[in-house]
């Protein structure tokens, strides 16, 4: 449901990131107070996972059998819900599908439709979250940038060499 997506999106964006430990303690209340809501309606929270090492490794699954998930924000899930003082259980479902997009007939494709469309409550999915996106959805910042950039030799003036 939106009220648990939110709630956990709280929670993650409370323990993702260093804070001041009342600013945590804040956010993690805001979580929870959240999700007693949804807790109300849904046992389990059901989230998706992309395989995209090293965040999330989703391995096997294949001809009906259980995947296998490791990784960073697999690790980070029970932290999270614990944090958020959040009493749920939760269930992992492999995704391999696309980010999304807003479909003419106004529903969302991927891993957006998923979560619009009420079909899971949490994503572990890399998301570039545009203005359009974040009208439907809540996110946590981004916590993690890979460096990758592209480096340019360059003339320094004074001398004319490249450096």
Known sequence: TAAAAAAA??????????????????????????????????????????HRPPLCFVEGGENGSQPIFSGYLIDLLPTLLIQANLQLAYNLTAYNGSGGKLQADGIWSGVMGQLTGGHTDLALFPLTLTSERAQYIKATPPY??????????TRRMDSGECT
């Open 144 to 153: 993690m940038d890979d460096g990758y950039g592209i480096l340019v030799k």
């Open 9 to 50: 999106a709280a929670a993650a964006a409370a323990a993702a990131a260093p804070a001041p430990a009342p600013a945590a303690a804040a956010a993690a209340a805001a979580a929870a107070a959240a999700a007693a809501a949804a807790a109300a309606t849904m046992a389990v929270l059901r989230v998706l996972a992309a």
